[in-house]
């Protein structure tokens, strides 16, 4: 039995499994793929969800405004968490599909569970 020593430089994703999900500001609104036309699930999935709240605490740490009000909270993520909540996430989510295009989707727009 042979094994092969991998490179450190290579790239851990050869065969082109890269992150499927980015998280844009809610500025950027270029979906070549337009809503009625959207093949993928309006369901966030559980990565999403974390690369959301993860993405949006640390710009509510970094003293981003705030969407909802606060009860004396003053956790970041437990104020991501309400603010996803009540569907009030400034964020885009954007899924790559295996075509190389790919679908802009609100957060407001996802269904949360």
């Known amino acids: ?59 509510i740490s970094l003293n981003a405004p705030v969407q909802v009000e606060l009860d004396g909270e003053s956790d970041p993520l437990v104020i991501a968490m309400k603010e996803l909540r009540e569907k009030k996430v400034p964020l885009i989510v954007r899924r790559f599909l295996p075509d190389g295009t790919y679908e802009n989707w609100d957060v407001s727009e996802l269904i949360v569970e």
């Open 1 to 59: 039995m042979v094994l092969q020593q991998m490179d450190v430089t290579e790239d851990r994703f050869e065969d082109g499994m890269e992150d499927s999900v980015e998280v844009l500001p809610k500025s950027s609104t270029t979906d070549p793929l337009e809503a009625k036309k959207r093949v993928t699930t309006p369901y966030m999935t559980k990565y999403e969800r974390a690369k959301v709240l993860g993405t949006r605490a640390l710009q």
